[in-house]
């Protein structure tokens, strides 16, 4: 069973990159999609396989996956990026959807 | 464009039966995998179970033996049925559209809705 292993927390400045991992055994062989929560809101998916970025979400967003790490990177943070991430997997040997550990973003 | 809205008691007694329902308006069920995805207060997101529109469904291993996923397709409706409740099981719920694949992602969720489980 999978278990996608994500930083409790990352702490930015305004204008740098924040980049965020999940990690697993073997995740590059698996599409990962991201998703933004800030609180008291439901998550927003914000990467998709991989690396597409839905309508409306800025190209500040933008995602990788290989080996046994996936990484969500933000560039040019804005304080309005701060919020929880969380990545997500379908795991195919057990048929059933998986999300990682989740990471705070802080924008100092 | 698809908007999802869940409803449901925001109160249910131990060892009883939580049953929430996700109505779907401004889109059909038809041709898509629905799931409902829990999150206990200030913790993380866990997927409950999927189910497809023709009534395929998956669930997660450590919940299978007490939830049900349906799908009323004349009601544009998904139903969540989880027995035997107990406090860990206290979480917002929240429902969310997959796609046409069952490794789609979950887009668009729907608002979410407080589940307190208290004697």
């Known amino acids: 069973s999978y278990v996608l292993t994500q930083p409790p927390s990352v702490s930015v400045a305004p204008g740098k990159t924040a980049r965020i991992t999940c990690g697993e055994n073997n995740i590059g062989t698996k599409t990962v999609h991201w998703y933004q929560q800030k609180p008291g809101q439901a998550p927003v998916l914000v990467i998709y396989y991989d690396t597409d970025r839905p309508s409306g979400i800025p190209e500040r967003f933008s995602g990788s996956n290989s080996g046994d790490t996936a990484t969500l990177t933000i560039s040019r943070v804005e304080a309005g990026d701060e919020a929880d991430y969380y990545c997500q997997v379908w795991d195919s040997s057990s048929n059933h959807g998986v999300f990682g550990t989740g990471t705070k973003v802080t924008v100092l | 464009q698809v908007q999802l809205q869940e409803s449901g008691p925001g109160l249910v007694k131990t060892s009883e039966t939580l049953s929430l329902t996700c109505t779907v308006s401004?889109?059909?069920?038809?041709?898509?995998?629905w799931s409902w995805i829990r999150q206990p207060p200030g913790k993380g997101l866990e997927w409950i179970g999927s189910?497809?529109?023709?009534?395929?469904?998956n669930y997660n291993p450590s919940l299978k033996s007490r939830v049900i996923v349906s799908v009323d397709m004349s009601q544009n409706q998904i139903s969540l049925s989880l027995t035997s409740v107990t406090a860990a099981d206290t979480a917002v719920y929240y429902c969310?559209?997959?796609?046409?694949?069952?490794?789609?992602?979950?887009?668009?969720w729907g608002q979410g809705t407080l589940v307190t489980v208290s004697s």
């Open positions: 969310a559209r997959d796609g046409p694949h069952y490794y789609d992602p979950f887009d668009p």
């Open positions: 401004g889109g059909s069920i038809n041709g898509y995998y």
């Open positions: 189910i497809y529109f023709t009534g395929s469904s």
